[in-house]
């Protein structure tokens, strides 16, 4: 089977979760194609969509392909949008190309009342519709949203099965009782990302060193793993059993969680079993753009000096073969660009096999998504 996914802004990064999480549920596949924003897949087996885009934190849309033609036309797409006694909905989005929307729209909605349905065709100022459009106007329940994405060699259509769990998000990030500016700017989705990358069993215990106020441990929680939690901070310890108690009061918990403080380069877990170590470490002082270059070094060499020793206790919690996904901040001020060399700081027993990017326009720090691998 075919299937199609609309990739977040970050989409080699989307890319990367996706085919990571189906390797974790041991689902053969293959890549088609990674065209601009979205990707297709082919697996051997019928994929569960609805519950797999609640896994996925970089993934806007998944559906299933339906055709591929050369032309988009009308007559093509009334074949792919089902008949119903009620009124039906229907709407489209456009990936890789342009056309008039709102003619190939009236064409359709034409031949579908030939048909003497009752229709209503879907359209929005922007284009792809959001997947607030599309299942706030039951395109997914009494109609379709037919997905049309340009290639090489023709055009692929796709019809939506399930869209991102927006309401959900919103709330994990927006509803939490305790956020802090300060240290629990992660969003919940990247969060929910680096947990994806590393490909730990459900169940299995996950530990975050610098946990803030929690964002890592509960989107662990979530995707039904067992965490663990530290940080320096007396503060973020408070925020983080505040979070996820109130995580635990909204919905039904089947893993446990613990939170303790510690500082990481003196004291850590021991006894435990620890599959991954999924962490935002402390990023240094906010960044204005106008920085000296001076400070700058100064504060990248403060940074790796508790990344050298953070990650050499990494490598001995780790259970063999443990997985560790850490983001390092990479600077950007006065039209230059300063990083940090992960590879140069990794004790023996530690191995860098893969980096990936996250970055936001206008922000000063973007974040290199370094993924571990004890030996």
Known sequence: MKYFFILGRQTELSIAEIEAKLRQQRTSFK????????????????????????????TIKIGLVVDEVPNVLATNLVKLIPDSDKKVHFGFSLHGFQTNLTKLGLETKKLLQEKDLKVRFVSSK???????????????DQGAELVLMKTEKNYIIGRTLAVQPFELLSKLDYGRPARDSYSGMLPPKLAQ???????????????????????????????????????????????????????????????????FQSDVTKQGPLGLAI???????????????????EQVEKNIQSLMRLYRTALQKFAEWLDPKGIVIMIVPK?????????????????????????????????????????????
């Open 31 to 58: 890549t088609l194609q990674k065209k601009l924003d979205f990707a297709i897949i082919e697996t051997e087996q019928e994929l569960l969509v609805e519950e797999l885009i609640n896994k996925l934190g970089g």
């Open 126 to 140: 922007e284009n792809p519709l959001s997947s607030v459009i599309v299942q706030k106007n039951h395109l997914l």
């Open 193 to 259: 990302i680096m947990i994806n990358l590393s490909e730990t069993a459900p169940k299995k215990l996950i530990y975050d060193p610098f946990c803030g106020s929690g964002t890592i441990l509960q989107q662990g929680l979530i995707l039904d793993y067992n965490v663990l939690g530290s940080d320096i901070s007396p503060k973020a310890i408070h925020d983080t059993n505040e979070n996820l108690d109130w995580l635990a009061n909204e919905i039904s918990l089947k893993t446990k969680y613990s939170v």
């Open 275 to 293: 599959s991954a170590i999924v962490t935002e470490p402390y990023l240094g002082p906010a960044l204005r753009g106008h920085e000296k270059q």
């Open 331 to 375: 600077f950007q001020f006065n039209d230059q660009v300063i990083s940090i060399d992960l590879n140069k700081l990794l004790p023996p027993r530690l191995k860098a096999v893969a980096k990936w990017e996250y970055a936001r326009e206008g922000q000063h720090v973007i974040r290199e998504i370094y993924k571990l691998q004890k030996a």
